[in-house]
């Protein structure tokens, strides 16, 4: 069992020491398992049963050799789950592209996961808060085009995530060329109040006239 209570195992082992030769139980799920402390007085027990996720508490009594008993309880969670990612970054125009050459990313996960992001050269770490907050400011400016990522997290329990993709720089737009009005003539000169515009310009840019 891990220090802070949290295991991705669904039959945890609980260990501890007492005096030489005392007889252990252990009582969790409605269950008993005992065991017997070694020559130095330390002890393991295995949880035979598989736990669902969730919250155990347990309960352990300790009785020596001379009949002195001991009594601890705590509790324990079970979390097999791989933990949820998601994250955005500022300055985000439209599917994974910005402007931004050194975006603050931010997301949402478990709580208190550790998050990792490897994007372009560089690689950054952060711990989601609370209530699965997280956020990382790069300090690497992106490569302009095309940047690869990759995102883990990992849970306390020590389960773990990991996702890639892309996030695209376009700090740049391309100007706009073959400007035409219908029912025009070359001088521009409609014979309509409502004319049609036409052109050419940056595939997925916003035009305002």
């Known amino acids: 069992m891990v ?7 669904s039959r945890p082992v609980l260990s501890g020491t007492t005096i030489v030769n005392s007889k252990i139980s252990l009582f969790v799920a409605g269950e008993e398992y005992t065991a017997t402390a070694d020559s130095e007085g330390k002890w393991s027990i295995p949880v035979s049963n598989e736990l669902e996720d969730g919250e155990y508490n347990y309960y352990i009594t300790a009785t020596a050799p001379d009949g002195r008993t001991g009594n601890y309880s705590d509790y324990f969670i079970i979390d097999t789950k791989d933990p949820d990612i998601s994250f955005t970054l500022n300055g985000e125009l439209r599917n994974d592209i910005t402007n931004v050459t050194m975006p603050l990313l931010t997301g949402l996960t478990e709580a208190k996961s550790t998050v990792s992001i490897i994007i372009g050269d560089s690689e950054y770490y952060t711990t989601s808060n609370s209530v699965g907050e997280w956020s990382i400011q790069t300090t690497r400016a992106l490569q302009e085009g095309i940047n690869n990522y990759t995102v883990t997290v ?6 773990n995530s990991i996702t890639q993709g892309t996030v695209t720089l376009d700090t740049t737009i391309l100007p706009l060329t073959g400007i035409k009005f219908s029912h025009s003539a070359d001088d521009r000169n409609s014979n309509t109040y409502t004319p049609t515009i036409e052109g050419w310009g940056e595939p997925g840019a916003m035009l305002t006239i």
């Open 154 to 159: 990992i849970d306390q329990a020590g389960n």
């Open 3 to 9: 220090g802070d209570n949290i295991t991705n195992y």
